[in-house]
């Protein structure tokens, strides 16, 4: 009798435990890995971008300085880091079924499409299922080469999806530091983004709703000065950051354009009252319009 009642208490508690574990893990949002270099890592230091990155998914970020991906890394403050070939086995049941990876910068273009393959042989071994890539922003010739690659590789692996940061990103020069290469806060942003969408496409992370719904502000644009370098910028709230600006129609004082970034910059060439109907964008499409109103003097 004892033996018996053993047994069904026994049996109680693990028929308990295997009732209540997945639940959990039903609960529990999918694990999603980003593996980059430095460029993608102004995506670990800002933390409205890590925000965007991180909804709905249960976020690790893998970042360093000089990462290649199957080539001996560059050295970074005396160091080397892991390749993504070498990390990727350190990281065990903390790596998650899906992976992003966005490294190339320090690579080699010739060894470049050798070394896809081999990181998603690796990939595969760990168990991964869904491996987002990013490409390169096209600041260098290889860089075109190496997004060739990229889009070659997707086409003979089902598992690979591209995420072409090189498309997003070619209008935005505002998106980046001097170098063409790594970010400011807006990519970073921006970047975060773009990944997350496609998450969201993918079916692996719900969509951000936006905080409040898009709308132009009714700033006060500073009144120009003709022969005299004028600088005015347009402000947009709400929707999901970040914002793309373009004039619909009107007139904007000659010497001045709209830069995508929503400042207003040149040197002005007449006086006089000006009105221009302008649109601002969304990362998520959604699209508002507003007139604004400047005013440029004679000296």
């Not at 430095?38 to 995506?43: E, F, K, P, R, Y």
């Not at 790596?95 to 393959?117: M, R």
């Not at 905080?211 to 947009?236: F, H, T």
Request: proline fraction near 5%.
């Amino acid at each position: 009798m004892k033996r018996l009642w053993a047994t069904a208490v026994a049996l109680w508690f693990v028929g308990l435990l295997g009732g209540a574990l997945p639940t959990h893990a039903a609960n529990a949002p999918p694990r999603v890995t980003m593996i980059g270099d430095s460029v993608a890592a102004s995506l670990e230091y800002t933390d409205t971008a890590r925000a965007i990155l991180a909804h709905g998914v249960d976020l690790r970020l893998e970042m360093a300085p000089c990462r290649r991906v199957g080539q001996a890394s560059c050295s970074y403050q005396g160091a080397r880091p892991l390749t993504v070939i070498d990390l990727v086995p350190t990281l065990g049941d903390a790596l998650g079924q899906t992976v992003v990876v966005a490294v190339g910068y320090n690579d080699y273009e010739a060894a470049y499409p050798g070394d896809i393959e081999d990181a998603l042989a690796v990939f595969r071994k760990a168990g991964v299922t869904r491996v987002l890539w990013l490409t390169l922003h096209e600041a260098r010739p290889a860089y075109a080469a190496m997004n060739d690659a990229i889009h070659a590789a997707a086409a003979r692996h089902q598992e690979l999806t591209v995420v072409d940061w090189q498309l997003y990103s070619r209008s935005h020069p505002d998106w980046f530091q001097e170098d063409g290469i790594h970010l400011k806060k807006d990519g970073a942003e921006a970047m975060a983004t773009l990944v997350h969408n496609t998450l969201v496409d993918l079916g692996i992370a719900p969509s951000a709703a936006p905080a409040s719904k898009l709308s132009i502000v009714a700033s006060q644009l500073p009144v120009g000065v003709v022969g005299k370098s004028y600088s005015g910028r347009l402000v947009a709230r709400g929707g999901n950051s970040p914002y793309r600006w373009t004039r619909v129609r009107g007139r904007i004082p000659v010497g001045l354009r709209l830069l995508a970034n929503g400042r207003l910059v040149g040197v002005p060439m007449r006086a006089g009252s000006f009105s221009t109907v302008v649109s601002v964008t969304d990362a998520s499409h959604t699209t508002t319009t507003r007139t604004i109103r400047l005013r440029v003097r004679s000296r």
